[in-house]
């Protein structure tokens, strides 16, 4: 998501209504780039408005920012050519692939060196609440998951926590609340959430804040359960775009950060700020592990009902995943 961030490049803030209506006319010399984030949209454009800027600079493009929180909502603007392109999470940009015309053509890349991220359940500090205690499902604590197609905050946990034991956070938890990293991350740090989804890269981020309020947090949180690592994140492009303008955007992308000159060194400063190094381009083969996750949770899903017709389909879809896996 994104990083998943915190502040993430996707698609759109318009509504689902307005996305439903009919196709917004494409702007010739125009780049509607919008940027979801996973904290507030003032944190994401102190982040954002340098390197869009740097962008409209290089391309000679009128780049056109928009702010948004929902995954759903950047999806539908991508499908009805509201929006260019886009960061978005794996989940996310593997819906836009599906559902909105879209195409990966790059990815971020983290800046420890070590490639990918981890999902996280938090619990607020010295309670005393484990990992074990969480999934006694005695219906005692109010908890915290991401948005529904949030890779980390929703599908990871699904995938690799809570389908594997059959259970369904809706009927383990006294109540179960839906917000960004950050938001779960200031609630579990406040003890208004026991617990909560969230990813290595948010507490990250929270760490180089250095406000007081972002370290009582990181003070008053602790981790009881990490996934497998993620892939980072993908960008992902409408199939349609201008080819000259995909030239454009690739040619800014793939130099951004790239080289020792001293332009580049200030680059590679507002990179940082995104929580990436120098992009990589990348394809639709990117979205493989978090297509093996989905068929994966499916297939528990459908075991756990018994359901031999939907265990036989996401049977089939995880073969064919690592097929492909397997060809790459």
């Known amino acids: 998501m994104n990083r998943r961030h915190l502040a993430c490049l996707v698609a759109a803030v318009l509504t689902l209504g307005a996305c439903s209506q009919a196709q917004a006319p494409v702007t010739p010399g125009v780049l509607n780039i919008s940027i979801l984030s996973t904290e507030s949209r003032q944190n994401a454009e102190a982040v954002w408005s340098p390197f869009l800027a740097d962008m409209e600079k290089a391309t000679g493009l009128t780049v056109k920012p928009f702010y948004g929180t929902n995954y759903t909502g950047l999806i539908e603007a991508m499908r009805f050519k509201q929006t260019d392109l886009g960061w978005f999470t794996n989940q996310s940009g593997l819906e836009a692939v599906r559902r909105a015309g879209?195409?990966?053509?790059?990815?971020?890349?983290?800046?420890?060196?070590?490639?990918?991220?981890?999902?996280?359940?938090?619990?607020?500090?010295?309670?005393?609440?484990?990992?074990?205690?969480?999934?006694?499902?005695?219906?005692?604590?109010?908890?915290?998951m991401g948005d529904a197609k949030s890779t980390s905050g929703t599908l990871a946990p699904m995938t690799f926590l809570f389908a594997p034991r059959g259970i369904d956070p809706n009927t383990c938890f006294k109540t179960v609340k839906s917000a960004n990293h950050e938001t779960n991350l200031f609630a579990v740090g406040a003890g208004v959430l026991d617990a909560a989804t969230n990813n290595t890269s948010a507490i990250e981020r929270m760490q180089k804040l250095g406000t007081p309020l972002a370290q009582r947090t990181l003070d008053n949180i602790e981790i009881v359960w990490r996934s497998p690592r993620i892939p980072e994140d993908p960008l992902v492009w409408r199939k349609d775009l201008d080819p000259a303008v995909k030239t454009k955007v690739a040619q800014f992308l793939f130099s951004y950060g790239v080289g020792d000159a001293p332009e580049a060194v200030r680059q590679r400063a507002v990179l940082a700020g995104l929580q990436t190094l120098p992009f990589k381009a990348a394809d639709d083969r990117h979205l493989l592990p978090v297509r093996e996750m989905e068929a994966t949770a499916a297939l528990l899903e459908a075991r756990a009902r018994r359901d031999a017709d939907a265990e036989a389909r996401a049977q089939a879809d995880l073969d064919q995943v690592r097929k492909e896996r397997g060809a790459g």
């Open 102 to 144: 879209g195409e990966v053509f790059a990815r971020s890349v983290n800046p420890s060196g070590v490639d990918g991220y981890e999902a996280v359940i938090l619990v607020h500090k010295g309670e005393g609440l484990t990992l074990e205690k969480l999934m006694a499902c005695d219906h005692t604590v109010d908890f915290g």
